[in-house]
């Protein structure tokens, strides 16, 4: 079994949320570790048979660790299960990536430094597409980040949805605890917004997307009609947060902080 490389990290690793991914997953966390350790990968109740293809990979090397939960649960309460055990290990940020190969593994380290100088902010990723992305999607998301710039006032948030980011762990528990929503698909733009609210800055970057056709290995689990839904109802609740925080948000924007 190869020891850890002697650049292990000991503040940020890298944490992949995992449901039903396809043969992709193996390209991502290969991907993921030849930039990166240590790398997590939270299996979400997938029935496919990626846990034990993950867990017969983390066998043989120490800087993976595969965690796999019984039933479904969500990405959010994925998210929030890895990051619960990696507080309690001593880490303080991390950098979550989706296990379906869309987001650019090459990039981790440049984020993970930009985290490392500003470690009181959120780095996120802001997608470019490439131009064969399905049209929906890429349109699709300026609805949540207008609904986001509005919820934050125009805190400076590249991207509302977009899940290649590094945050601080201790806020994003907070943030997660203290309610109980942003476990699904919820997650990425929730946190976001409420990590705004908490006075954690976000920091954009650049960041690759690459879509997959199904015959590549491309797997998908946005339901249009029930994920927008999630979104709706979650815009709802959270612009409902924002008006009785309006007066905090103008009092920092006038202060400058
Ligand atoms: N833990 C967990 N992860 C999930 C769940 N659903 C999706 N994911 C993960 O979240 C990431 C993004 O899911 P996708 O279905 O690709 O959603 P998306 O990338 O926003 O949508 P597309 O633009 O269609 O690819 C992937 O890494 C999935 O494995 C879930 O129920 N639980
Ligand atoms: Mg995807």
């Known amino acids: 079994m190869p020891a850890f490389s002697p650049d292990t990290s000991r503040s940020h690793l890298v944490l992949i949320p995992s449901y039903n991914p396809g043969p992709k997953v193996y390209e991502t966390v290969r991907a993921a570790r030849s930039q990166w350790t240590p790398v997590w990968v939270v299996v979400d109740g997938s029935t496919d048979s990626s846990a034990a293809g993950l867990q017969a990979m983390a066998a043989q090397d120490d800087g993976l660790r595969v965690m796999v939960l019984p039933h479904n649960v969500g990405k959010g309460a994925a998210v929030l299960h890895g990051i619960n055990i990696a507080a ?104 976001v917004v409420r990590m705004c609210w908490a006075g954690v800055k976000p920091v954009n970057l650049p960041a690759t997307v690459q879509y997959f056709r199904p015959e590549e290995g491309g797997v998908s689990h946005f339901n249009y009609l029930r994920d927008n839904l999630l979104l709706s109802w979650m815009h709802s609740r959270l612009f409902l947060g924002f008006v009785w925080r309006l007066p905090l948000l103008l009092w920092r924007r006038i202060r400058g902080s």
């Open 88 to 191: 309690a290990r001593g880490f303080t940020h991390v950098l979550t990536m989706d296990s379906d190969g869309q987001h650019p593994a090459p990039l981790i380290p440049e984020f993970m430094k930009t985290s490392a100088a500003q470690p009181a902010a959120m780095v996120l990723g802001v997608p470019v597409f490439a131009a064969d992305a399905p049209r929906l999607r890429v349109n699709g998301r300026k609805v949540s980040n207008g609904w986001a710039d509005l919820e934050t006032l125009w805190a400076g948030i590249g991207d509302s949805l977009f899940g290649f980011r590094v945050y601080p762990i201790a806020p994003l528990r907070r943030v997660m605890q203290g309610q109980r929503w942003m476990r699904r698909f919820d997650f990425d733009p929730e946190a």
